[in-house]
């Protein structure tokens, strides 16, 4: 009887040093900030830890030199250097509890146990094959995706 107790007593001292462990990743987590700038930084993107963008700096220099699709393009661009920084550094934090072998940044992304056939089209992916396309004959193409299971 006294060797269940022990092992109790062990489980329960585990159980919560994993969840010390965890508040703690969760906190770091959710403190992880980065930012991108352009070249001359007239213009700055800062996300948080899930890649949202929680301020932008556009000086009256990037506003008077950028036409607005340019200023558009130039802040979406930032924005993903500012999310992949961010992920790399969400990643950094998870490694630390997650087993050995696990891919922190694949977890993140949610595609930790997808093979690479069952992966999406990256956006520079999507646009490469759009700028690729020549037949602006679009009378035979479906706009229905048959079979998707995510909502639009």
């Known amino acids: 009887m006294t060797d269940h107790r022990a092992r109790v007593g062990d489980l329960l001292a585990e159980y919560r040093r994993s969840r010390e462990q965890l508040a703690t990743v969760h906190q770091c987590l959710g403190e992880i900030s980065a930012s991108a700038s352009n070249a001359d930084t007239s213009i700055t993107v800062t996300v948080g830890p899930r890649g949202s963008v929680t301020g932008l700096s556009i000086s009256d220099e990037a506003v008077r030199r950028y036409r607005p699709s340019e200023l558009?393009?130039?802040?979406?661009?930032?924005?993903?250097?500012?999310?992949?920084?961010?992920?790399?550094?969400?990643?950094?934090?998870?490694?630390?509890?997650?087993?050995?072998?696990?891919?922190?940044?694949?977890l993140?992304?949610?595609?930790?146990?997808?093979?690479?056939?069952?992966?999406?089209?990256?956006?520079?992916?999507?646009?490469?094959?759009a700028e690729s396309e020549e037949d602006d004959d679009f009378e035979s193409t479906n706009w229905v995706a048959e079979g998707r299971r995510c909502k639009p």
């Open 108 to 129: 993140l992304r949610g595609t930790a146990d997808l093979a690479p056939a069952e992966l999406a089209p990256t956006a520079n992916e999507r646009a490469t094959a």
């Open 72 to 106: 558009a393009e130039e802040i979406v661009r930032l924005a993903a250097s500012a999310s992949d920084r961010a992920l790399v550094d969400a990643g950094n934090v998870l490694a630390s509890a997650l087993p050995a072998g696990t891919d922190p940044r694949a």
